[in-house]
């Protein structure tokens, strides 16, 4: 296990009716914020209104910027960041899942930030300062409300890209699991994909005795593994969507990465068929998981096999290592197939001809990959595996 300092600011506020807080939560840090959200559902179902009131009470005064896509759009951030800089905001609130997760961050940083902030995401320069950021989370997913991360494409370049910075932690996040009963099937299972992803980027490390880590990667995998199908039968129990909703917090706020480094190339394959086809994130890795596997299991066949037989159900009695391992990774994809997910390229309308300049964009900044640094070429296999 490596050295590592673990902090975790966002206070979470979990539980049936929490939203009803928002008022008197953002007034502890601003009087004057920009909402920012994606889906016309929060007004069909009353939430925003509940949210505006809420904030009408604590005399807390609000912009509203509504219209981010999944794959959160470039254009719409800098948007975001001229209301800011004119009407003087204090705080972004984000209300959905991700995607308006993501784009309060950027236009959080954007806001202090003199450049132009794409920037930030292409690492031609580091800043660290940014406007408080607080969210209502309303899809199980990606779990950006306790994380540092916000991934953005640029909607001109077609280039989709990651900031990391503790200066985006949300202050605080509301999570009520009730709010996410009305997420559609298919919503759904791409968040329960991103969430088990989120834990096996990281599970897949060089750094040896990690085993408090793994343990509790491996017990949030089972956990989302057994809710997650649970949830689509029933969509509106709301244990189930509890413990989802808290898995997808787990996974992505850093606890599962302390003391051990993550790989995180199956992301950057996956964001590159998001970008350029405008594919659900958990269903670009559903397809690129077991492709990397597929890739870089003779790497280390013990740690497949741990994940094999811990996590996947593999059948050890009479098998090599070698065999356990691909059991697991095969286990894997029937899983994410039973969910209705696409396990392939083509399934999402990506064709041979589409990999080379995928294999280029994922590699703009150079190798991706610790567990196995991967260049152009490698990733050209990689995606071939997964046509």
Not at 42 to 53: P, S, T, V, W
Not at 252 to 276: F, K, P, Q, V, Y
Request: with cysteine.
């Amino acid at each position: 296990m490596i050295n590592f300092e673990y902090s975790q600011p966002t206070n979470i506020i979990f539980g049936k009716g929490t939203h009803k807080q928002i008022g008197m939560k953002v007034a502890e840090y601003a009087k004057n914020i920009l909402i920012v959200y994606g889906s016309e559902r929060i007004k069909k179902d009353g939430l925003l209104g509940e949210i505006e009131q809420s904030l009408k009470d604590a005399g807390v005064e609000y912009t509203l910027l509504g219209g981010v896509k999944p794959n959160p759009r470039l254009s719409l951030v800098y948007k975001g960041i001229d209301i800011c800089r004119e009407k003087n905001i204090e705080l972004v609130l984000a209300v959905g899942g991700g995607s308006p997760i993501d784009s309060a961050k950027a236009i959080a940083v954007g806001a202090k930030y003199s450049g132009d902030v794409w920037d930030l995401y292409l690492e031609k320069d580091s800043f660290e300062q940014a406007l408080p950021v607080a969210t209502i989370l309303t899809i199980a997913a990606a779990g950006s409300e306790a994380s540092t991360g916000s991934v953005i494409t640029n909607d001109e370049t077609g280039y989709k890209r990651a900031y990391n910075s503790e200066c985006v932690i949300p202050v605080f996040s509301i999570l009520n699991p009730e709010l996410t009963c009305s997420v559609p099937k298919y919503q759904t299972v791409c968040g329960a994909a991103d969430i088990m992803m989120h834990d096996i980027e990281r599970y897949f490390t060089n750094v040896q005795d990690v085993d408090i880590t793994d343990r509790l990667c491996e017990a949030v995998l089972l956990s989302v593994m057994e809710n997650a199908p649970k949830a689509i039968e029933a969509p509106g129990d709301y244990e189930l969507r509890a413990n989802i909703m808290w898995a997808g917090t787990i996974a992505h706020n850093n606890l599962l990465s302390t003391g051990r480094i993550g790989d995180w190339s199956s992301h950057g394959m996956g964001h590159e068929i998001g970008a350029m086809f405008d594919v659900a994130h958990g269903a670009t890795l559903s397809i690129m998981c077991p492709a990397w596997m597929k890739y870089v299991y003779k790497h280390d066949i013990a740690r497949f096999k741990k994940f094999a037989v811990r996590v996947m159900g593999a059948n050890e009695e009479g098998y090599t290592d070698e065999e356990i391992a691909l059991q697991g990774i095969e286990n894997l994809k029937k899983f994410f197939a039973s969910l209705g997910l696409p396990v392939s390229l083509g399934e999402v309308g990506v064709g041979a001809e589409s990999i080379e300049k995928m294999a280029e964009k994922c590699t703009l900044l150079g190798n991706i990959g610790n567990f196995v640094s991967l260049d152009k070429n490698d990733i050209e296999k990689i995606y071939n595996l997964a046509l």
